[in-house]
């Protein structure tokens, strides 16, 4: 049972391009979570999706950013226009439905390193 | 708004001491709490899943405590080793499918 995949593993882009980060769940989750880490900065939550809904934006910013998690296929963030600011590592969670304790546990990919130049 | 502080947030210790994280939440309400380990450049490793009923859970060296009512929970790790050199996360969650809030983490060195 793969784990939650993340790609590209590095992507560096210029600023005014767009930056497409990709997540694919592990098997039998249907839950995605995308988080922010800032160098030298805690992990932040941005975005909560469950297949073609979108849960919890409270941490997305409201310009720019974008989320999608399609009836097939891996969840995408989608970052317009990107500016220096965006350089950051940028990790995606994935967990079964709640509730339930066994169901509870996120698990976390490998994340992907946004560069600005 | 859930707050979350780790402290202290960098340790360094001799190989064989016993590791003490402690992890403190202002929004007592919590329904559980994920520690993670996380390697430079890597993702996070979840560690121990506690959840808002239990008083602690363990796994091998590492032994989890949760006192909700302060909003406390401590991270144990017995005869530590230079292989847990990582940073420690600690996530409460405010509900079931909830998001996780992060503190910012203890940094541990384990020397040989």
């Known amino acids: 049972n793969a784990g939650v995949m993340q790609n590209p593993r590095h992507l560096v882009r210029r600023r005014g391009q767009e930056a497409r980060l990709r997540c694919s769940p592990m098997?039998?989750?249907?839950?995605v979570y995308w988080y922010r880490q800032l160098p030298e900065e805690g992990l932040k939550f941005m975005v909560y999706?469950?297949?073609?809904?979108?849960?919890?934006e409270s941490g997305m910013p409201k310009e720019r950013f974008s989320a999608e998690f399609p009836k097939e296929g891996p969840s995408i963030l989608r970052i317009q226009q990107v500016v220096r600011g965006d350089s950051a590592a940028y990790f995606c969670?994935?967990?079964?439905?709640?509730?339930?304790?066994?169901?509870?546990?996120?698990?976390f990919g490998s994340g992907t390193q946004l560069s600005v130049l | 708004k859930q707050e979350v502080t780790q402290i202290p947030a960098a340790l360094s210790v001799p190989e064989g001491e016993n590791l003490v994280l402690n992890c403190s939440f202002t929004d007592s309400a919590i329904y559980n709490l994920q520690w993670f380990r996380q390697d430079p450049g890597k993702g996070l490793t979840s560690l121990l899943l506690?959840?808002?009923?239990?008083r602690e859970q363990t796994s091998g060296r590492l032994n989890a405590s949760l006192d909700k009512s302060s909003g406390r929970s401590t991270l144990y790790i017995a005869a530590s080793q230079p292989g847990d050199s990582a940073t420690y996360l600690c996530?409460?969650?405010?509900?079931?499918?909830?998001?996780?809030?992060f503190g910012g983490g203890t940094r541990v060195l384990v020397k040989p």
């Open positions: 098997k039998g989750h249907s839950h």
């Open positions: 506690i959840q808002s009923s239990q």
């Open positions: 999706l469950q297949k073609e809904n979108i849960i919890d």
């Open positions: 996530a409460p969650r405010k509900a079931a499918g909830n998001k996780l809030t």
């Open positions: 969670a994935s967990s079964r439905p709640p509730p339930g304790p066994t169901n509870e546990k996120l698990f």
